[in-house]
């Protein structure tokens, strides 16, 4: 009798089981991370309103759950660990692992072409001799031509100097002799008065690589070594004749977390990067809009702006404009420069015609200054210098 009791009731007391588990996930749906994924994530579809939208509704209600499904994010993370683990491989094709230990940016957008963040830095099957030798000439050339101090530095990015850990395929694709920028450099296409402003430490950079790491093994900018390096030897450059020393600093190793892990969340790929001690190298920094108060409408429109001070350093005021690349050399260049006033230039295309003036004569009204354009190769060779001065100096 009670076997019989038992046997009808597991056949409910089983469904229920199998609908809890099956609902468990739903009960733990915490709202994912914004950069969870890096992608905008799909936003629940409010009550439709038309018969359009009403069967448009299903596939959105679809995106949806497959964007807030409980144990999503953890399911995500762990995808990305294994994937990684087991078989050397990134959930995103932006980044790819090279040799060594090293990572790349393969694209610098989701959507882009395979590899193509590689190939723009490279100049793969690309002759832009041309088209850099027009750009150069003409936004370098005008400030030149209205008295201003400057300077175009062009930083060779990882897929160049550390071109021997990339795959085996993609280094025999992108070898770092005949880049876009010594071609130019070559061709003595550039007026002299130009030319002699333009930076390419691509030689140097080389031969630190063949000793070290340039660039930390899982970062996409430079940092540490780098930029110590190029800022070294940059200054005595740029002032021939004069003996330029920077400051005394102190630095230690530190581990970093790539920047870029939030492309593939749930795995931490550290590296040593050099830091330098500003306090203890007598550097005093201040980070953001408010260290500008006459400018702090238009440079909180930016991404990143600072401004350094370093009393002791033997030149005056180095004003530098840059990408991404620019702000991990910042700090260095204050070794130099008793002020470095220093903006990321990325998201300069928001900016109105009047904070774009307002940006013009903070940067460039003082004749006294010097100032460094520092872009690294793949922006150069995309038209940035083109996209940004005709902002800048319309």
């Known amino acids: 009798m009670m076997s019989a009791t038992l046997s009808r009731l597991s056949a409910p007391v089983s469904k229920l089981l199998l609908v809890a588990l099956l609902a468990a996930p739903a009960l733990y749906a915490p709202t994912p991370a914004a950069d969870a994924e890096n992608r905008r994530m799909a936003a629940a579809p409010s009550a439709p309103a038309s018969v359009a939208e009403l069967l448009a509704y299903p596939p959105r209600i679809d995106a949806w759950v497959n964007d807030h499904f409980g144990l999503r994010d953890a399911l995500v993370r762990l995808n990305t660990r294994l994937r990684y683990r087991l078989f050397g491989q990134f959930p995103t094709p932006q980044v790819i692992a090279g040799r060594e230990g090293r990572i790349f940016m393969a694209t610098y957008q989701p959507a882009a072409a395979a590899y193509s963040g590689v190939f723009a830095a490279c100049g793969y099957q690309q002759d832009l001799t041309a088209q850099l030798s027009g750009e150069i000439e003409h936004n370098l050339g005008l400030l030149l031509a209205q008295g201003i101090n400057a300077r175009l530095l062009v930083v060779p990015s990882a897929p160049v100097v550390h071109s021997a850990q990339l795959p085996e395929w993609l280094s025999r694709a992108c070898p770092a002799a005949g880049t876009p920028m010594s071609k130019l450099l070559a061709a003595g296409t550039l007026t002299p008065a130009v030319r002699e402003r333009v930076d390419y430490p691509l030689a140097l950079m080389l031969q630190a690589a063949a000793g070290g790491d340039v660039f930390p093994r899982t970062f996409f900018h430079w940092g540490g070594l780098g930029p110590r390096l190029?800022?070294?030897?940059?200054?005595?450059?740029?002032?021939?004749?004069?003996?330029?020393?920077?400051?005394?600093?102190?630095?230690?190793?530190?581990?970093?977390?790539?920047?870029?892990?939030?492309?593939?969340?749930?795995?931490?790929?550290?590296?040593?990067?050099?830091?330098?001690?500003?306090?203890?190298?007598?550097?005093?920094?201040?980070?953001?809009?408010?260290?500008?108060?006459?400018?702090?409408?238009?440079?909180?429109?930016?991404?990143?702006?600072?401004?350094?001070?370093?009393?002791?350093?033997?030149?005056?005021?180095?004003?530098?404009?840059?990408?991404?690349?620019?702000?991990?050399?910042?700090?260095?260049?204050?070794?130099?420069?008793?002020?470095?006033?220093?903006?990321?230039?990325?998201?300069?295309?928001?900016?109105?015609?009047?904070?774009?003036?307002?940006?013009?004569?903070f940067l460039f009204s003082n004749h006294n200054d010097e100032v460094l354009v520092l872009y690294h190769d793949a922006t150069v060779h995309a038209g940035r210098l083109s996209q940004d001065f005709k902002l800048l100096m319309p």
């Open 230 to 361: 190029v800022s070294d030897w940059l200054v005595p450059h740029a002032h021939p004749g004069a003996s330029w020393r920077g400051t005394p600093y102190v630095s230690a190793p530190q581990q970093k977390p790539s920047d870029i892990g939030h492309i593939f969340p749930g795995l931490r790929l550290d590296s040593t990067v050099e830091t330098l001690d500003l306090a203890k190298s007598g550097i005093e920094q201040c980070w953001g809009a408010a260290c500008y108060p006459e400018m702090a409408d238009v440079l909180a429109k930016f991404g990143e702006s600072a401004r350094y001070r370093n009393p002791a350093a033997p030149l005056g005021r180095l004003v530098m404009m840059s990408d991404s690349y620019g702000p991990p050399s910042w700090p260095w260049f204050a070794r130099y420069y008793r002020e470095v006033v220093a903006v990321n230039t990325n998201s300069m295309d928001a900016l109105k015609p009047a904070d774009l003036a307002r940006l013009r004569a």
